[in-house]
């Protein structure tokens, strides 16, 4: 299933896209930088589904989004007084932020690494749909592992024909650079993935607070 994203018809796909995130479903769906993949992430049906479907080895953890900073506390222990900090300057947008995760959430989430990987993202459908939904849901690049993400509907067609059971079409995405990825589980912030949050303006922010 497609839909186009219009003004008139905004609120009730997103509604369609949160009822077939809730049973079970993949959705695709336009971010600030690509098109992303979502399923409902306590569901390891769905988890280990999306996983075939893009191709992803297993060692590779699945990144999350969630629309409000309260549904941390259903996915991490605590977090470091740096995180909080690149929080608030930098969620919502494109900062893929690892912190350390609660007991019980799927190994597809964490792979073994008592870790998970999180966003809060900048002003998009993405970020819509997970305020809408409530609850966290994957936001993986929507490609083939490997290959480039998805700019647009087409491409995710391209790569995935039917297999998606609903394509949110909201035209071209900026792409550029994907999402910074930081690992923040520690006192020292490392930078695993450069992206759209520059190295700098993290360094900037690190050492304002020394």
Known sequence: MLIKITKNNLS????KAVEILKK???????????????VKS????????????KKRPVKKPMPLIIGSRKLLSSLVVSKSNAATALMDKFWPGPL????DAKKGLSRYLTVGTGMVAVR????SFALLLAKEAGFPITGTS??????????DAEAVIKYFGDRIDLIIDGGKTPGGLP????????????IL???????SDIKDLMEKRT
């Open 193 to 199: 993935r450069k992206g759209a949050v520059s190295y």
């Open 24 to 38: 079970g479903g993949i959705i695709a769906f336009p971010t600030e930088t690509f098109y992303g993949l979502g």
């Open 120 to 123: 809060l993202p900048g002003e």
């Open 142 to 151: 929507a490609n083939i592992s490997g290959m480039p993400p998805a700019e």
């Open 42 to 53: 306590d569901m390891e049906d769905s988890l280990i589904r999306l996983y075939e479907l």
């Open 12 to 15: 009730e796909t997103l509604e």
């Open 96 to 99: 893929t932020i690892i912190l």
């Open 179 to 190: 999402s910074t990825i930081v690992d923040a589980t520690e006192g020292d912030i490392k």
